[in-house]
């Protein structure tokens, strides 16, 4: 019995180490040809501004316009990030007077069909209760969620930003595909739902995109003519798409137009 019980803590041990070993070999693939454009490595230092970001919380006053019309949002959250990170700007979002919903899923741990059949019903639960469409707000990977969404469901969905979400050209002008691949299991471009990202949902779509992002090239972020409505270029960083003055009054300018 002992020997038994052995055998399959080490069978256990083996695959897990097998899966381990697959994973640190897809984030040690080389693509050079489809990393073309990404932001330098100076550009993504940048990003460490979020570290002191609380405190620029809690010293920094936006003044927040009233919304001519007000609107049901839901806010989704960048890869491996959940609510709290959306919470500075539902915040705001709702003392211009909109209603801002969190997206029910917790943290956004990467593409996957279960995470999309859940958000769909989240989606429709938020149009049945209130009656009407929403717009949705995605930051990185949850922008692309939010198009695809828009997509299957345009009748739920007036209005789609994006802020920071790499829909056009390879997925792989990043700095942040290895890390993805090594925690999903899965390759960027082999997501485990049908979508064409580049594809533009039959709804109003804006894409807002940063020079200055460290973590997505700009023209992914950015899109081209026919991939979506109109495009915003702000000054932010990649995080800083959902704290930056400049982004949360984007925001609801775009929400307003």
Avoid at 50 to 56: E, G, Q, Y
Avoid at 148 to 162: G, Q, S, W
Wanted: hydrophobic fraction near 40%.
């Amino acid at each position: 019995m002992a020997s038994k019980a052995s055998f399959l803590q080490s069978s256990r041990a083996a695959i897990s180490d097998n899966e381990l070993a697959r994973r640190i070999a897809l984030a040690r693939e080389v693509y050079p040809d489809q990393e073309k454009g990404k932001p330098t490595l100076l550009k993504l230092a940048r990003e460490l501004e979020l570290l002191i970001d609380p405190m620029r919380r809690i010293t920094r006053r936006i003044d927040i316009p009233a919304a001519k019309n007000p609107q049901k949002i839901i806010l989704l959250p960048g890869f491996a990030t959940g609510p709290n990170k959306m919470r500075y700007m539902a915040r705001h979002l709702e003392m211009a007077g909109h209603k801002a919903k969190n997206w029910k899923l917790g943290h956004n741990w990467g593409v996957a069909a279960e995470s999309m059949e859940r958000l769909e019903d989240r989606l429709l639960e938020v149009c049945e209760r209130y009656e009407e469409s929403v717009a949705l707000v995605g930051w990185s990977l949850g922008g692309l969620y939010a198009r695809e969404l828009a997509k299957r469901h345009p009748i739920c969905v007036h209005k789609v930003i994006t802020m920071g979400s790499p829909f056009s050209g390879s997925p792989r002008a990043n700095n942040v595909w290895r890390v993805y691949q090594a925690i999903t299991g899965h390759r960027v471009d082999e997501a485990p739902i049908e979508a064409d990202l580049a594809a533009k949902p039959p709804v109003e779509t804006i894409a807002l995109w940063s020079p200055s992002d460290g973590a997505i090239a700009p023209r992914s972020a950015a899109g081209q003519p026919g991939e979506r409505d109109r495009a915003v270029a702000l000054r932010c960083t990649h995080s800083g798409f959902t704290y930056a003055p400049e982004a949360i009054l984007t925001v609801l300018a775009e929400l307003d137009r």
